[in-house]
């Protein structure tokens, strides 16, 4: 069972992140050789305040 997780900024709109999971998925079932059902993909948001680049947050 392969998992994929993405971990974003919160902003994009569930169609967004309904149309990613859609097409991750057909990619990965036609790489892996796998049955999409198998897969499952794990969208995480998380607060600018809880996210760093360059050493600084990005809620800054």
Known sequence: MPIIRLELVPGRTPEQKS???REVTRVAAETLNCK?????VVITEVPKTHWAKGG???GE
């Open 19 to 21: 149309d990613f999971a």
């Open 36 to 40: 999409p059902e198998s897969l499952d």
């Open 56 to 58: 600084k947050l990005l």
